[in-house]
């Protein structure tokens, strides 16, 4: 019988418009912009999206055909020259291979914002969509920090998030993709996803998985994906440094049969995700408050302190060069440190000139937005070792065996402190971007790392004890310094006196169906026979 044609594509973008710094095509490029089969053999075996859509080809004895891997660094807005030069050759595939195809696959993040539109998912689904109709069923895959729109569930017919935070799951969720695309195409089901919101930007915990609400919700989740109509449950906690209209927590169902029972199970969800909107877990302390804890931790035999500052996360699209951690850290006489990373690509530039042992004056970090996150500090630090490259291979959970780069660096040491001052901006997430260039982070007594949730896969197994800060940065959870002018109102936190069930009344309880798509029981290359 004939093997039915998959098309797929990773294009991600985790978008904080609040930032000075354009996504570009060169900001795709630098963390490895790969296309068809270079794209596989560097990300069919890792944990990605693209290797569970490999691993249901596999299974199901699909023709792939692969487009491209794209994924940069979260930042500003997407240029609509990135965003053109991107979608283009996906959409080139799909009219090339329109004939044949039977599905499409795409790993997406579901908080993408060009700079001329607010919804990027929603806009690539747009295009597929003009040029394929209805007929092909398209699979997407988000982040679980999606903004998930209206477009993304009526032009998709089958969404699926990751359930960890930190992210552990990638591969598992391409792969749940790739099995309700299979049944999709062989015309056993029709899914449809629906959407639950409630007003707020984001959900309490930042949908963190390995503690609290979330764990418990999920587990509601799994089992009513166990239900025979039902195929996929995602909940979301958002992204909440996007100033677009469709911002915000949802639950997800992808499913068919009795609609309005699904969504009053989503419902469900959403109302407890409401209902904790004031329970947070982490403790944030100030910078001040969090050196000194760093200060006067005794190890006595335990790993080290891990202070990790959540606001200056470039995961979430921060300029990485915040200095006022580093700044208490130093006041506060901390020793035996470790620091990471410091985004300073003219600081390293400026160290090219020195050697290893040389005392250099600097201007560290802050050099972007001072407003957020402190300026530039006058330092006289010890050139510890340069490192032309700054290329790692990650060794933990989340990015093991997949290759990165910070760009060229320097270590350098202030004080009692080591610091990695880098080219490229990335958050913390794997042991390698500190061992790969000679720093070990678990024979510290102390570890800044700047990194919301995802340094906990690879950091917390060797901490002592684990703190988390504010450090005013872009990703500061102080919402009403931010400029928002989009987004709807009453939102919390930014409003936090509202009447919800006005709310409810007025917004069809946050209720979102899309309506069932016409699709053919068979497409034309499984008209000569499904799969077995």
């Not at 490259?389 to 402190?417: F, N």
Request: net charge negative.
């Amino acid at each position: 019988m004939k093997p039915f044609h998959v098309l797929t594509a990773e294009f991600l973008h985790e978008t904080n418009t609040f930032s000075k710094l354009p996504t570009t095509l060169a900001s795709f490029a630098e963390r490895g912009l790969l296309y068809g089969d270079e794209a596989i053999a560097a990300r069919r075996d890792n944990n990605t999206e693209l290797g569970g859509f490999l691993e249901a080809g596999r299974t199901y004895r699909w023709t792939v055909t692969h487009v491209l891997s794209a994924h940069a660094q979260p930042g500003g807005p997407v240029t609509r020259e990135a965003f053109d030069t991107l979608t283009a050759p996906i959409i080139a595939a799909a009219q090339k291979h329109a004939g044949t195809l039977d599905g499409i696959l795409l790993g997406l993040h579901g908080a993408m914002v060009p700079d001329f539109c607010d919804d990027g998912e929603g806009e690539l689904l747009r295009r597929l969509r003009a040029v394929l109709g209805r007929r092909i069923p398209i699979g997407i895959t988000l982040d679980p920090h999606a903004n998930v729109s209206r477009a993304m569930c009526d032009l998709a017919d089958i969404l699926v998030s990751f359930k960890t935070y930190p992210h552990t799951d990638m591969r598992m969720a391409g792969r749940h993709a790739g099995d309700i695309l299979q049944r999709t195409m062989r015309g056993e089901i029709r899914p449809v996803t629906l959407r639950v919101t409630r007003p707020m930007l984001e959900e309490a915990n930042g949908g963190r998985t390995d503690v609290g609400p979330m764990v418990e919700r999920l587990a509601r989740a799994r089992a009513y994906e166990q239900q025979p109509d039902v195929f996929a449950v995602s909940i979301n906690g958002a992204f909440p440094n996007a100033d677009i209209a469709e911002v915000g927590a949802s639950v997800t169902v992808t499913a068919q049969g009795d609609m309005a029972r699904h969504a009053a199970f989503a419902s469900a969800l959403a109302d407890d995700i409401w209902a904790c909107r004031h329970d947070a877990i982490n403790q944030f302390l100030g910078v001040d408050a969090a050196a000194a804890r760093c200060r006067d931790y005794q190890a006595d035999g335990r790993g080290p302190i891990i202070v990790a500052d959540y606001a200056d996360n470039p995961g979430g699209g921060t300029y990485g060069d915040s200095t006022n951690l580093l700044r208490a850290l130093l006041q506060a006489g901390v020793q035996d440190a470790c620091f990471a990373p410091i985004v300073d690509p003219q600081t390293v530039q400026q160290l090219q000139a020195h050697r290893p042992g040389e005392v250099v004056r600097v201007q560290l970090g802050g050099k972007t937005d001072s407003r957020f996150g402190g300026g530039p500090l006058a330092l006289d630090v010890t050139l510890v070792a340069l490192h032309p490259s700054g290329d790692y291979t990650g060794s933990g959970a989340m990015i093991g065996g997949l290759q990165r780069s910070w760009g060229p660096l320097a270590v350098v040491r202030a004080g009692g402190i080591e610091i990695l001052v880098v080219t490229v901006r990335a958050q913390m997430l794997d042991l390698q971007q500190l061992l790969t260039f000679g720093i070990d982070p678990a024979r510290k007594r102390v570890v800044a790392l700047k990194s919301m949730q995802h340094f906990r896969a690879a950091f917390e197994p060797i901490a002592g004890e684990v703190i988390v800060c504010d450090s005013g940065a872009l990703c500061t959870l102080d919402y009403a310094v931010l400029p928002f002018q989009k987004i709807p109102r009453p939102m919390f936190p930014l409003d936090r006196d509202f009447d919800i069930a006005r709310w409810l009344h007025d917004n069809h309880d946050g209720v979102y169906i899309p309506a069932a798509p016409v699709i053919p029981a068979t497409s034309a290359a499984s008209a000569d026979g499904a799969n077995p």
